[in-house]
């Protein structure tokens, strides 16, 4: 069982940037980024293949968050620039156990505890 350890969160003023990294313990194929604002359903904001050729992101964080990702290190990351209020909640880092395709918005075989984003207006 693979585990997928978060951080890098924290607070933030509107207009600031954050790093999150994801660490697994073992390898992995497809990772991905969610969130999950208080009453608010969980939310893809980005995903990587494997080798890094394909990104992924939802419309609102476009332009503003990078998904990079290091093989040698097991870890994915999330630079996220321009933040705004809204891009507050908690912070969730997925991952294939195996090569699989299909929606970025599927549910994943590993999950992180999730670090939390707050952004201040």
């Known amino acids: 069982q693979v585990q997928l350890v978060e951080s890098g969160g924290g607070l933030v003023q509107a207009g600031g940037s954050l790093r999150l990294s994801c660490a697994a313990s073992g390898r992995t194929f497809r990772m991905v980024w969610f969130r999950q604002a208080p009453g608010k359903e969980r939310e893809f904001v980005a995903g990587i293949s494997l080798l890094s050729t394909s990104t992924v992101y939802v419309d609102s964080v476009k332009g503003r968050f990078t998904i990079s990702r290091d093989n040698t290190k097991n870890t994915v990351y999330l630079q996220m620039n321009s933040l705004r209020a809204e891009d507050t909640a908690v912070y969730y880092c997925?991952?294939?156990?195996?090569?699989?395709?299909?929606?970025?918005?599927?549910?994943?075989?590993?999950w992180g505890q999730g670090t939390q984003v707050t952004v201040s207006s």
């Open positions: 997925g991952a294939d156990k195996s090569a699989q395709g299909g929606s970025w918005t599927r549910e994943y075989d590993y």
